[in-house]
């Protein structure tokens, strides 16, 4: 079975009306050709599965349905705080079984038995070593600053006059 | 997808599932799986959606589901 060892680096804006929040990060994920058709399989996140007419192409699916997920997971969490947990969570519940099928075409990458998809042959290297890793910046923004509507007072404009 | 939805009602009881805005969120002793299509309108069509073998391994892996009970509801998963 062909495969490749992925690695991948992404960066997502959520926003609700509740807060808003920055997710980036790197992961791992597995690009194999299984019942006839390629899969890009999550390592770490575990969590998904995408096919494509290509690696590559598997992938942008793949990226697709993160960012999917990324936003369901907004929907069911009430603060900031709330989804970053619930984000790592979802991130680190890694697929040890697609973490095996990761390091074996890894070995067979550098034992150079794979020969490269002309979309993989593409992609720029990364470490193997690059470790998964998820940070969440944000705020509960809308709560700390709620919309206003203000007549604008003239009593500040005569004092500072 | 309601092949699936067989499989997890035999496999996985006491499961819950729910149609999402964006995903089929389905939660199993503490595990939550967010991997499955809901389907192109979401709503009653997600038993209508197809799902592939590669989808329904990984399903089953992720939420801790016993693959020999799969296996009596997809042959050759």
């Not at chain 2, 067989?6 to 969120?25: Q, S």
């Not at chain 2, 592939?52 to 990984?58: D, L, Q, T, V, Y």
């Amino acid at each position: 079975m062909q495969a490749f060892p992925l690695i991948f680096r992404f960066s997502v804006v959520v926003v609700n009306e509740r807060f808003r929040a920055h997710v980036r990060g790197t992961g791992h994920a597995l690009a194999a050709y299984e019942d006839g058709q390629w899969w890009c399989s999550g390592v770490e996140p575990g969590g998904l599965t995408e096919p494509g007419t290509s690696p590559v192409d598997a992938y942008l699916g793949f990226r697709k349905t993160l960012g999917e997920i990324f936003e369901q997971i907004a929907d069911d969490s009430h603060t900031v705080e709330d989804y970053a947990r619930r984000v790592g969570q979802f991130f680190l519940h890694a697929d040890s079984h697609d973490r095996q099928r990761w390091q074996d075409a890894l070995e067979s990458l550098h034992r150079r038995e794979s020969s490269l998809t002309e979309d993989v042959a593409k992609l720029p290297r990364q470490a193997a070593a690059t470790r998964p890793q998820v940070e969440i910046e944000g705020a509960n923004a809308f709560s700390e600053q709620p919309e206003t509507l203000s007549l604008a007072d003239p009593e500040p404009l005569s004092k500072a006059a | 997808m309601a092949a699936v939805f067989a499989m997890l009602d035999d496999c996985a009881r006491g499961h819950t599932r729910r149609i999402g805005t964006h995903r089929l969120v389905v939660t199993w002793r503490g595990q939550t799986y967010m991997g499955l299509p809901k389907g192109p309108g979401g709503g009653a069509d997600v038993a209508s959606a197809v799902v592939a073998h590669a989808e329904i391994r990984k399903a089953v892996r992720m939420l801790g589901i016993d693959p020999e009970c799969a296996r009596r509801h997809f042959g050759n998963l």
